[in-house]
């Protein structure tokens, strides 16, 4: 249902009774705010100067209802808008309406309930109470009683035809009655303010059963579920809404609200409730178990069809899933197709109790196995209160060993952990299929130059120690040299190139090189490059260019002639040749 909320809180809420619309009042600021349950939208808004404490819907559709304001104003609405107001003398708390004469019923603040006369527009002779303050009215629908809830524990009834008093039922260790509802002809359930819902037969003044929601919060709706086959009570509190059943007061059902309930509205003939509460949105629920959904919102059904759990044992408890390959193992191949046997996706389901014979005689020291990995766990538990040292697990080493490389966490990562401790997680490298999915593998990282040890964790055989791993970059070696004068200097290990003297390098390349000997036996050279000469110095280069290119303009021949026309010879004028 589209904007079903409220600004701030929701306080009220009701339904017609031709179940066609939802009255909802709330704040901040006051309104009031009426929903087409066949739009299944918001049909109209109203605002209001005062909090309303409580409305009655007067006609069957949505066009008449009454509304008990805080500032003391009872005031009646139709569809156009407000259509009167009048204001009672003290601070009203609830109203109910007796249809058959037109009056209306208004508990308040003092001892008197309030009597307004529909028909004659007038205030008729108030009932007095024996309390100082009514917080609960309530009609019966069928026998016409007038039961009021006081604030001195008692719930008093009266006959609105003769307007006297009927009886007095006094609550025990209850100060405060919130909230009265009627069953059938004779049952009447009282909630208190502590959290009790106490069901009585109004011809007795001992309670019938009495239930408790152990939450000490005020009782703020009760309804009665009938059918032939259970009766249920539905009450709430502030903190829970309960489902239990009236016989014996056993819980159906129960939920838990994260905001405070003010009100719950009961769909009548299905199993659907709207809660007024101190949030934003008023909140639906559903229980298929109580009456099947609405005619305005029947996809209900179809919903919970879908989400209907199975009664059915899919999964077996007493039973253990093997393979094909276990079966090999175990020698069971032969059941294939027995009752001993269950198919069930790509294996089967063997009964536990034959799984582990055949399990202990194919393997007699499984059990011993299973010993030793315990005692190992648990060794392996007490170390971790040690000094940590990097460690590579057993399983996945290869792994472990690139992400401790990379700088991640992913050993220390709890969601990981099985991939290092549970063999069945193990990535075998030499597998045909590791290999398809990864061509090229580095099996070693040359790119690290620094120094890292690791130790890997004890395996089975106890005389085998700790590994280290060392990681350096490759380094020339030192030699010594000796020199003329018999002392010692480092040299490095060089290539063939870098092997001849300095000098004599030097010598070829056309430089001069001085060398002297020290008193204390090392030996000193000078280098004298030489410094460059005058403008007309020519490098013994440019030299050979410049031969080279007159060598070429000797042999060269112009070719310009060959394109010219030859010309005549001529000798006065005639031409001779």
């Known amino acids: 249902m589209q904007e079903?909320?409220?600004?701030?809180?929701?306080?009220?809420?009701?339904?017609?009774?031709?179940?066609?619309?939802?009255?909802?009042?709330?704040?901040?600021?006051?309104?009031?705010?009426?929903?087409?349950?066949?739009?299944?939208?918001?049909?109209?808004?109203?605002?209001?100067?005062?909090?309303v404490v409580a409305f009655h819907i007067l006609s069957e559709d949505w066009k008449k209802i009454v509304l008990l304001q805080s500032d003391?104003?009872?005031?009646?609405?139709?569809?156009?808008?407000?259509?009167?107001?009048?204001?009672?003398?003290?601070?009203?708390?609830?109203?109910?309406?007796?249809?058959?004469?037109?009056?209306l019923f208004i508990g308040a603040s003092g001892p008197q309930v309030y009597r307004l006369n529909l028909c004659k527009g007038t205030y008729m002779s108030s009932l007095e109470t024996l309390s100082t303050g009514v917080n609960v009215t309530h009609m019966h629908p069928q026998h016409s009683l007038l039961m009021l809830g006081t604030d001195s524990g008692t719930v008093e009834c009266w006959d609105p035809r003769s307007r006297t008093k009927c009886a007095t039922l006094a609550i025990p260790e209850t100060k405060n009655i919130t909230c009265l509802k009627s069953n059938k002809i004779l049952e009447l359930g009282v909630g208190t303010e502590t959290g009790q819902i106490i069901l009585?037969?109004?011809?007795?003044?001992?309670?019938?059963?009495?239930?408790?929601?152990?939450?000490?919060?005020?009782?703020?709706?009760?309804?009665?579920?009938?059918?032939?086959?259970?009766?249920?009570?539905?009450?709430?509190?502030?903190?829970?809404?309960?489902?239990?059943?009236?016989?014996?007061?056993?819980?159906y059902t129960a939920i838990e609200s994260e905001e405070d309930i003010c009100d719950?509205?009961?769909?009548?003939?299905?199993?659907?409730?709207?809660?007024?509460?101190?949030?934003?949105?008023m909140k639906t629920f559903f229980i298929p178990s109580l009456g099947p959904a609405p005619k305005w919102c029947w996809f209900l059904d179809n919903l919970t069809e879908e989400l209907e759990e199975s009664t059915e044992n899919v999964v077996y408890d007493d039973y253990k899933f093997v393979t094909n390959e276990e079966l090999d193992v175990l020698g069971l191949t032969h059941l294939v197709g027995t009752n001993y046997l269950r198919a069930?996706?790509?294996?089967?389901?063997?009964?536990?109790?034959?799984?582990?014979?055949?399990?202990?005689?194919?393997?007699?020291?499984?059990?011993?196995?299973?010993?030793?990995?315990?005692?190992?766990?648990?060794?392996?538990?007490?170390?971790?209160?040690?000094?940590?040292?990097?460690?590579?697990?057993?399983?996945?080493?290869?792994?472990?060993?690139?992400?401790?490389?990379?700088?991640?966490?992913?050993?220390?990562?709890?969601?990981?952990?099985?991939?290092?401790?549970?063999?069945?997680?193990?990535?075998?490298?030499?597998?045909?299929?590791?290999?398809?999915?990864?061509?090229?593998?580095?099996?070693?990282?040359?790119?690290?130059?620094?120094f890292t040890s690791y130790t890997s964790e004890p395996d089975d055989s106890e005389d085998e120690e700790p590994v280290q791993v060392k990681k350096v970059k490759r380094k020339r070696e030192m030699k010594l040299v000796s020199c003329e004068n018999e002392s010692t200097v480092y040299s490095k290990k060089t290539s063939v190139t870098a092997a001849v003297p300095l000098g004599e390098r030097l010598?070829?390349?056309?430089?001069?090189?001085?060398?002297?000997?020290?008193?204390?036996?090392?030996?000193?050279?000078?280098?004298?490059?030489?410094?460059?000469?005058?403008?007309?110095?020519?490098?013994?280069?440019?030299?050979?260019?410049?031969?080279?290119?007159?060598?070429?303009?000797?042999?060269?021949?112009?070719a310009s002639g060959l394109m010219r026309k030859q010309r005549g010879k001529f000798w006065r004028g005639r031409k001779v040749g």
């Not at 259509?83 to 309406?97: A, H, M, V």
């Open 4 to 51: 079903f909320e409220m600004p701030i809180s929701s306080q009220k809420i009701a339904i017609t009774p031709d179940k066609t619309h939802i009255y909802v009042s709330g704040v901040y600021p006051p309104r009031l705010r009426c929903f087409d349950t066949k739009q299944l939208s918001m049909k109209f808004e109203r605002g209001m100067d005062h909090e």
């Open 72 to 103: 003391r104003y009872v005031e009646f609405q139709t569809q156009d808008g407000i259509y009167y107001r009048t204001r009672i003398p003290t601070f009203g708390r609830d109203l109910c309406y007796y249809n058959r004469s037109a009056e």
């Open 200 to 251: 009585y037969d109004i011809r007795s003044t001992k309670p019938v059963l009495t239930k408790d929601h152990h939450y000490e919060k005020p009782i703020n709706s009760i309804h009665f579920y009938n059918s032939d086959s259970e009766n249920f009570v539905i009450s709430a509190c502030t903190k829970s809404f309960k489902v239990w059943h009236k016989d014996d007061g056993t819980p």
């Open 264 to 281: 719950v509205a009961w769909y009548e003939g299905s199993g659907m409730f709207f809660f007024a509460n101190e949030g934003q949105k």
């Open 344 to 450: 069930y996706m790509h294996g089967y389901f063997i009964d536990m109790k034959l799984y582990r014979e055949v399990k202990q005689i194919v393997n007699p020291f499984a059990f011993e196995e299973y010993k030793k990995s315990l005692v190992e766990n648990k060794l392996q538990s007490q170390m971790k209160d040690r000094v940590e040292v990097k460690k590579l697990p057993k399983i996945n080493k290869s792994l472990a060993k690139k992400d401790m490389h990379k700088g991640s966490k992913l050993l220390e990562d709890d969601r990981f952990g099985s991939l290092f401790t549970n063999p069945d997680f193990e990535v075998d490298e030499e597998s045909e299929q590791f290999k398809l999915i990864n061509p090229t593998v580095k099996k070693h990282d040359t790119k690290s130059s620094e």
């Open 507 to 558: 010598v070829e390349n056309g430089h001069s090189v001085i060398s002297s000997k020290q008193l204390y036996g090392a030996r000193e050279m000078k280098i004298e490059v030489e410094k460059e000469r005058g403008k007309g110095f020519k490098s013994r280069r440019t030299e050979e260019m410049e031969q080279h290119r007159t060598e070429r303009r000797q042999l060269g021949r112009s």
